[in-house]
């Protein structure tokens, strides 16, 4: 759902990718700048994960609104969702369809 996240901000962007790292350490970096670092609290296990590096703890310094102008309100609120850090917490695909952003949209496209 992550992904999907993503690519639903890559889609409203014109095709510019939400975070363009050069790296992987950048890729996160910059995901934790617009979206605030995860903490054990607000991720709890993280910090067991294999992989896991501490980052500085940054706090969210634009908006969705700011990165994604063209994106309306239900728009916005069902990608916050779909950008939530833990995976536990994150939107599924079932509720993420049932959103009411896609209300919105004509029939056609819904039963696409």
């Known amino acids: 759902m992550w992904s999907a996240g993503c690519i639903f901000a890559e889609l409203a962007n014109a095709g510019r990718p939400l975070f363009p790292g ?3 350490e950048d890729q996160v970096k910059r995901i934790f700048k617009l979206l605030g670092t995860p903490t054990e609290e607000t991720w709890p296990g993280m910090t067991s994960l294999p992989d896991y590096k501490s980052f500085p703890l940054y706090q969210p310094t634009m908006t969705l609104s700011q990165v994604c102008p063209k994106l ?3 728009g916005r609120d069902l990608l916050q969702r779909l950008l939530i850090c833990s995976p536990a917490v994150r939107m599924s695909a079932e509720d993420a ?3 009411s952003y896609f209300a ?7 039963n696409v």
């Open 22 to 24: 050069s790296d992987v």
């Open 72 to 74: 309306s309100s239900k």
């Open 104 to 110: 919105d949209l004509s029939p056609s496209i819904r």
């Open 97 to 99: 369809m049932s959103h």
